[in-house]
């Protein structure tokens, strides 16, 4: 059962424009939010988070939205860059699982010329 | 500091032999982790330890799958016998046993059984 869900394998973005990637989660029990980006033949990296206790969290390019009535977070990459181009992993935990996190199944982000 | 360090980065080996995959955690880390990444499940999480006991190891396929940490700054995962389905990215992570913090992954193996 995949609490942690990534709907869309793969998304390309001209170079400059908006990208949005998307994530739902079925555990009303997570409260924290993670987004990791993932090079080939590299660990994946943390790039941002939120609590469930805000609805959005910035930081440079990047954002990140959520809306715990749906279930559903969003990563946001305004200007989108060619160097952003990675797959992009959603994350979550919860309440009693400490630091444990549940990831989703990764969506592959091209940005082109 | 180096970050969490993973060896081997490559294994091939052939079905039915032993593997053992090595993970050195960030130095003051107390929690660890294995993960294992494929296209269609992307990262699942294999087996946790805090303060280096097993918390949780429901996401262990199966029990040819086992996982030691006999210290702070080392644990290792094991296949024995290993199947062409083990082949695989694994990632080992680690981070502090708080909430809300994020773990940090080393480099991963990737394991290929023929």
């Known amino acids: 059962d995949q609490q942690v869900k990534q709907n869309s394998p793969s998304l390309s973005v001209q170079e400059g424009r908006i990208s949005i990637l998307n994530c739902d989660y079925t555990n009303s029990m997570f409260d924290y939010f993670l987004w990791y980006k993932k090079y080939p033949a590299e660990g994946p990296t943390f790039l941002i988070s939120?609590?469930?206790?805000?609805d959005k969290n910035e930081d440079g390019r990047f954002t990140v939205f959520l809306n715990k009535s749906a279930k559903h977070l969003s990563l946001h990459i305004v200007p989108s860059q060619p160097g952003d181009s990675a797959v992009y992993f959603c994350?979550?935990?919860?309440?009693?699982?400490?630091?444990?996190?549940?990831f989703g199944t990764g969506t592959r982000l091209q940005v082109t010329l | 500091d180096a970050g969490v360090i993973q060896s081997p980065r490559h294994e091939v080996t052939e079905m039915g032999q032993e593997v053992t995959l090595r993970c050195k955690p960030i130095?003051?880390?107390?929690?660890l982790f294995w993960y294992r990444q494929t296209m269609m499940r992307g990262l699942e999480l294999l087996i946790y330890f805090n303060n280096n006991v097993p918390i949780d190891d429901s996401g262990m396929p199966e029990d040819r799958f086992s996982a030691k940490m006999p210290n702070a700054s080392f644990s290792t995962l094991k296949i024995q016998p290993s199947e062409p389905r083990d082949s695989a990215v694994y990632f080992c992570a680690s981070s502090l046993a708080n909430r809300d913090t994020e773990a940090f992954f080393g480099q991963g193996t990737r394991l290929t059984v023929v």
């Open positions: 939120i609590s469930s206790i805000k």
């Open positions: 130095s003051g880390h107390n929690s």
């Open positions: 994350a979550a935990s919860g309440a009693g699982t400490a630091s444990k996190l549940t």
